[in-house]
């Protein structure tokens, strides 16, 4: 057994040497800043979604994640490329870190149209199946119908960001990233509302903002790859097909762990229907919430993705388990300082989206647990990513698809539906019982240290 979790550091390790401690933030929090402008203007656009009411709030987070069904399967090709460019790197192999991006985008640019324009056909039958709202079916498929057509763009962008990370470089791609996040909350102004001559569109406006954004994406960072990443063997080599084999064999299963965990919370929607309509635009602004205090959860997890793939590329087991330790105490300490507004001040938090007292009093519990129990659960998150880093796509695929789908989904129509708990009874379900587990879950297999001897 491989040690060097919690348990196996002497105490005078407790604390992160600030040689470390500077490493992983130079990678870690350009990704969390870039993560944190995606976040927030999104939250701006459910803000601006949400003044039109709680039927276009609601249609607009469950098309999200049904949308994100689809296209979870193309961010799987940004874990598959940092976990195979981070061991080139390490390998002192630089130039051959631009192959398997290469070899995503192969994959993608076949892939994405022929889904895409299958699924544009199918939704109308499809989103009915997962709410009963007639007014909120009928925004829903027109929304979901934008984000179902930009598949192959996000693709591209994802692939792109994991070759950035893999390399340690994650700090050149943030203006890009947040100029197209800047470009998406202009674009919902313009066609939500239909301002300076542009069609107003509602609620289908947000969704066709968020496409055209994802188009002004792939060109910034295309610019940057050409600009930036020659020598790092971006677009100088044509893969063959056993690289595209390869990047395959991890794309696939990182995919599937997106898909089952956005098929999983958007299930959770359906439940939440069951409930009510207040309930689902509350639960689509916790999901929200979520993003941003698990933010440095996110951004550290993937700085330790990249160093553990370095460390291990290097042959090095001993630095990448020091790694993770090192990522997850800075983790800790982050989220649980960021998760004290959201139990402390959960009002002036909440009504930013939630307008109407009621909705509000049914999210205001819910937002304090959540505050509370973000750095326990982040551990989770980080942890699953550094597994994801050292090439142990499979187990975490299982791990997410044995507590999504025997806890979190049953217990959520449990507590809630069916004992009638409503939102709480759902929410506790979430935080106490499923993340919680998965954290310790997450920790026992990297304790094990099966991850160290796969070979990619």
């Known amino acids: 057994m491989i040690r060097g979790f919690p348990g196996d550091v002497p105490l005078p390790m407790i604390l992160v040497p600030r040689e470390r401690a500077g490493r992983i933030f130079a990678i870690g929090l350009p990704i969390v800043g870039g993560m944190i402008s995606g976040v927030l203007l999104g939250l701006i656009d459910t803000a601006m979604v949400g003044t039109l009411g709680n039927a276009p709030l609601a249609a607009v987070g469950l098309s999200s994640f049904g949308a994100f069904i689809y296209l979870g399967l193309f961010f799987g090709f940004s874990i598959a490329v940092q976990a195979t460019a981070s061991r080139r790197k390490g390998e002192d192999r630089p130039e051959e870190c631009g192959t398997p991006l290469a070899a995503a985008l192969v994959a993608i640019g076949v892939s994405a149209p022929t889904l895409s324009a299958g699924l544009y056909v199918l939704i109308p039958y499809i989103f009915p199946l997962i709410n009963s709202d007639p007014a909120v079916v009928s925004i829903g498929i027109d929304y979901i119908r934008w984000?179902?057509?930009?598949?192959?763009?996000?693709?591209?962008?994802?692939?792109?960001?994991?070759?950035?990370?893999?390399?340690?470089?994650?700090?050149?791609?943030?203006?890009?990233?947040?100029?197209?996040?800047?470009?998406?909350?202009?674009?919902?102004?313009?066609?939500?509302?239909?301002?300076?001559?542009?069609?107003?569109?509602?609620?289908?406006?947000?969704?066709?903002?968020?496409?055209?954004?994802?188009?002004?994406?792939?060109?910034?960072?295309?610019?940057?790859?050409?600009?930036?990443?020659?020598?790092?063997?971006?677009?100088?080599?044509?893969?063959?097909?056993?690289?595209?084999?390869?990047?395959?064999?991890?794309?696939?299963?990182?995919?599937?762990?997106?898909l089952l965990d956005t098929t999983a919370l958007t299930s959770i929607y359906v439940i939440v229907g069951m409930v009510g309509t207040r309930e689902l635009a509350c639960y689509s602004v916790l999901i929200n919430l979520i993003g941003l205090v698990g933010l440095p959860a996110w951004g550290l997890g993937t700085a330790g993705a990249t160093l553990v793939g370095q460390s291990l590329g290097e042959k090095n087991v001993q630095d990448a388990t020091r790694w993770a330790w090192d990522v997850i105490k800075l983790g800790i300490v982050a989220m649980a300082t960021l998760g004290v507004p959201f139990w402390l001040l959960p009002d002036p938090i909440l009504g930013i989206w939630i307008h109407d007292p009621l909705t509000l009093d049914v999210a205001r519990l819910p937002t304090r647990i959540l505050g509370l129990m973000i750095a326990v659960n982040g551990i989770g998150y980080m942890l699953a990513m550094m597994l994801n880093g050292a090439g142990d796509v499979k187990k975490v695929t299982w791990i997410n698809l044995i507590t999504q789908w025997l806890m979190l989904?049953?217990?959520?129509?449990?507590?809630?539906?069916?004992?009638?708990?409503?939102?709480?009874?759902?929410?506790?379900?979430?935080?106490?019982?499923?993340?919680?587990?998965?954290?310790?879950?997450?920790?026992y297999f990297w304790r094990r240290g099966d991850w160290a001897r796969i070979v990619i």
């Open 147 to 258: 984000l179902i057509l930009q598949a192959a763009f996000v693709g591209f962008i994802q692939a792109n960001i994991g070759f950035w990370n893999a390399i340690g470089l994650s700090r050149v791609y943030v203006s890009s990233l947040i100029a197209m996040h800047v470009a998406n909350v202009i674009f919902n102004y313009l066609f939500i509302f239909g301002k300076f001559g542009a069609p107003e569109m509602g609620a289908e406006g947000a969704g066709f903002a968020t496409a055209l954004s994802a188009v002004v994406g792939t060109v910034l960072f295309l610019r940057l790859g050409f600009r930036h990443g020659r020598d790092f063997g971006y677009f100088r080599k044509w893969p063959d097909r056993q690289q595209i084999k390869n990047v395959l064999r991890l794309a696939i299963p990182a995919g599937l762990q997106q």
């Open 409 to 443: 989904v049953p217990g959520t129509w449990f507590f809630g539906p069916y004992l009638g708990l409503g939102l709480m009874g759902i929410w506790c379900m979430h935080q106490f019982g499923y993340r919680a587990m998965q954290s310790l879950i997450f920790a």
